[in-house]
């Protein structure tokens, strides 16, 4: 088999394997011979890019995350003579390696392996925290915003610098790279509202228009903060120009949004997978349950005051719908 990605050494380990565990451990969840034929297969991939173990025998504590830095880096060795060794390792998809800790979460969740679920919330919330900060500036106080940078995120983070664009040209790309794959565990992408309509609106400038490639990706972002706009352009003959993805997908993302609202974070519950999304006076509670015995996941509201309790059965989702009486507190 050739070796991509400079995969030899160890460049993107996080990235791919991070596809395959989370495949595996949606299969795992209704074939439990899966699980058993081919999980120690899947936690040797799990074991190979973020390890929980000081002690592995064949493999690294933690080979892809920066502990100091708060986020992973990709470029394994660090060069491969392409003129940035100067600037030390880098990371484009910081969605990807997002994913990649996901992926730990519920492989820990559905094999009910304790260290490695913790281990992915752990490497979950860190790289979120840096993410939001180093790549989409949140706060905006991370990269100036005069006539040099006039950008409200960056698509390639380097040890020595910083840049925008990143390894792509196509504005689809730039942008999309630091979404893909859009899954529940992109809500990170819209804790603060306002910054995601920022976003696509950033994109829509450079772009010079609507986009006209990788239209999932990017309807599936817009959604978080328009999902009325995307299903006034929606086109199906156009949704999928890039393989993984499905119609049915993209179709029901969409429209959830456009029904349940935008992610609302101040609604929290002590539960791994869960969201909550607020369409003006309503909150609609979900939590889906990736283990064999049934669960009660109550939901507290910033005040701390429990709203509700979610009952999940094994293997399920479930979701409520709940008035508001008062402003939830969620980011404009």
């Known amino acids: 088999m050739n070796s991509g990605f400079f995969t030899y050494d160890f460049t993107d380990h996080h990235f791919h394997y ?3 565990v989370y495949a595996a451990a949606i299969v795992s969840l209704y074939d439990q011979q899966f699980r058993t034929d081919y999980g120690p297969m899947v936690e040797l991939l799990i074991h190979d890019y973020n390890s929980p173990k000081r002690d592995h025998k064949l493999l ?9 830095e708060g986020h992973c880096w990709a470029k394994g060795a660090g060069g491969h003579g392409d003129g940035d060794e100067d600037d030390g390792n880098d990371q484009e998809s910081s969605s990807e390696a997002m994913h990649a800790w996901e992926a730990i979460i519920l492989w820990g969740m559905v094999t009910g392996d304790e260290q490695l679920r913790d281990h992915g919330i752990w490497g979950y919330v860190t790289e979120a925290a840096a993410t939001r900060q180093y790549y989409f500036d949140v706060d905006n106080d991370i990269y100036p915003n005069d006539a040099e940078f006039q950008h409200n995120f960056v698509s390639l983070l380097l040890g020595g610098r910083a840049s925008h664009p990143g390894y792509f040209d196509f504005k ?8 893909i794959p859009i899954t529940p565990g992109s809500m990170y992408l819209s804790y603060d509202l306002h910054h995601a309509k920022q976003i696509f ?22 959604a978080f903060s328009n999902p009325q ?6 086109d199906e003959s156009v949704a999928l120009d890039f393989d993984g993805n499905s119609f049915a997908n993209v179709y029901n993302w969409v429209h959830f949004f456009d029904g349940a609202g935008n992610v609302d974070v101040s609604v929290q519950a002590a539960w791994p997978h869960y ?18 015995d049934p669960v009660s996941i109550p939901f507290t509201g910033a005040d701390g005051e429990r709203i509700a309790v979610l009952r999940v059965p094994p293997g399920e989702l479930s979701s409520r719908r709940i008035a508001i009486r008062k402003p939830s507190g969620v980011r404009p």
């Open 201 to 222: 609106a950033d994109f829509r400038k450079e772009k010079g228009g609507l986009e006209d490639r990788w239209f999932d990706n990017m309807w599936m972002f817009e």
């Open 60 to 68: 690294p504590h933690q080979r892809m995350m920066d502990a100091y």
């Open 18 to 20: 991070g596809h395959f």
């Open 229 to 234: 706009a995307v299903l006034n352009r929606y």
């Open 172 to 179: 689809e790309y730039v942008y999309g790279i630091q979404f």
């Open 275 to 292: 969201g909550v999304f607020r369409n003006n006076a309503e909150l609609t509670l979900t939590a889906f349950n990736p283990t064999a």
